[in-house]
């Protein structure tokens, strides 16, 4: 493990340079050196090290201002300061500044090596504990449902409310903004969170398929089914059903969905009774519902039994001062997905977040920062990190550059992937009902 660990040693002596360089390197680090703070400063600019050992006193600028400027473009960085006898009131200074700690020359060559182990010992401890407090603050929190803004805690507050009760909810919400993430959230907070959630996504399956997905069917309902089987609606018993883009339903499947619902009783496939089963019912649609009753496309009756509370999800752009918070979340979680060093996001690619209108929402952010940590080569992420489409001025209306942007971006995908719908919308990052309904707006054959 040890040999994974970067060190930079930073002392304007060519003879400590060599020398504790290659006591270091002889016991499996991977060490640069750098002769000045300037240069070390530069070197961060481009480079991650987990440990920088600098010297007090230098010529030009010294140890201790150089400690503050590292400091002040990443707190975390741990670094060790080096002190002659007589320096060690400075020492002392270094560790109020946030040095974690410090060496006193010459060094005792059999102690050296003990002493960097114990250093790396703490900061990985150090590093767990950071990491398990962000995964306690998501995990009892609200997830990716991250945000202070007034909209938001509104939210949060409903969410209370509503996940004491079992009464059916629709939440309602542009595609990204987290619907299904809320949804979980309801359930592991209600009473039912013992048992299973169970979804299903109204686009992203053919009527015939969804039908027999959700209810399951008997050995010999039809060619092939050489078995039974359960569907969703059964498995959800005693759990959460969350119906996912519900809006998408067939108008075959919305008259069996309400019967599901009035009853609570449903027959598989082939089958010759009825199951009775008890689950709580959450649904999600990013359609104007309302609007498709009266084109006539979605039921009225079946409306009111899922619309007896709503929950609005405001998309990103209506909550602007919730980015940066997001934006750090992902960052942190991303970065020990993809096992980047990458920790800060810089000021400027921080405002090319915040003023972009994200029409993809949460999942979009996400996106973005992924592929900053993914092409980006500097410990914070640049604004040329960013996807162009944050970048490049358009004399376009906003809406409209996007739309011819992900228009080809999508066909050149599928003419890639030769129409596989499963495999480009894997590539995409997104749902097969999010690709299908897509392929449909932008009338792409």
């Not at 598989?268 to 498709?292: H, S, Y």
């Not at 001062?321 to 921080?350: G, W």
């Amino acid at each position: 493990m040890r040999k994974k660990f970067r060190i930079l040693v930073v002392d304007d002596e060519l003879s400590i340079r060599i020398s504790l360089g290659d006591l270091l390197r002889c016991d499996g680090y991977q060490v640069e050196v750098a002769e000045s703070a300037e240069s070390a400063l530069e070197m961060l600019k481009t480079q991650s090290f987990d440990l920088l050992m600098v010297d007090i006193k230098m010529p030009g600028m010294d140890g201790l201002e150089m400690l503050k400027r590292v400091k002040g473009d990443d707190p975390d960085t741990t670094v060790v300061m080096m002190t002659a006898y007589g320096s060690i009131d400075s020492a002392v200074q270094a560790m109020k500044l946030g040095a974690i700690d410090y060496v006193i020359k010459p060094f005792d060559p059999m102690k050296i090596g003990a002493f960097v182990k114990r250093i790396f010992k703490n900061e990985l401890m150090r590093r767990e504990h950071r990491l398990l407090k962000h995964q306690v603050q998501v995990c009892c929190g609200y997830g990716p449902m991250i945000g202070q803004s007034p909209a938001m805690l509104k939210l949060f507050e409903l969410v209370e409310d509503v996940s004491s009760t079992d009464s059916v909810v629709l939440i309602t919400g542009e595609s990204g903004t987290g619907k299904e993430v809320l949804a979980r959230t309801i359930h592991e907070k209600s009473s039912r969170s013992n048992g299973l959630f169970v979804g299903v996504n109204f686009g992203a399956f053919t009527e015939s398929l969804l039908e027999s997905e959700l209810f399951g069917y008997e050995k010999g309902a039809f060619t092939g089914a050489n078995t039974s089987k359960k569907g969703l609606l059964e498995i959800a018993s005693g759990g959460t059903f969350f119906l996912d883009e519900v809006g998408n339903a067939s108008p075959k499947l919305q008259i069996d969905l309400l019967r599901v619902l009035q009853e609570r009783k449903f027959r598989k496939i082939g089958g010759l009774r009825d199951e009775e089963v008890d689950f709580r019912v959450l649904a999600a649609t990013n359609r104007d519902l309302e609007k498709a009753i009266e084109e006539g496309n979605f039921r009225q009756d079946l409306y009111y039994r899922l619309n007896v509370v709503q929950v609005h999800i405001p998309p990103l752009r209506e909550r602007r001062e919730d980015i940066p918070a997001l934006a750090r979340h992902f960052l942190e979680v991303l970065r020990a997905r993809l096992n980047k060093k990458t920790s800060l996001i810089s000021p400027e690619a921080m405002q090319y977040l915040v003023a972009y209108d994200w029409p993809g929402n949460v999942r979009e952010l996400e996106n973005a920062i992924e592929r900053a940590l993914v092409v980006g080569k500097q410990k914070r992420i640049m604004p040329e990190d960013l996807p162009i489409v944050l970048q490049e001025p358009s004399g376009e209306p906003i809406d409209e550059s996007l739309d011819l942007r992900e228009k080809d971006y999508i066909a050149k995908k599928l003419a890639q992937y030769e129409w596989n719908i499963s495999r480009t919308a894997q590539a995409l990052k997104i749902d097969r009902g999010t690709l299908y309904a897509k392929i449909k707006r932008y009338e792409l054959s």
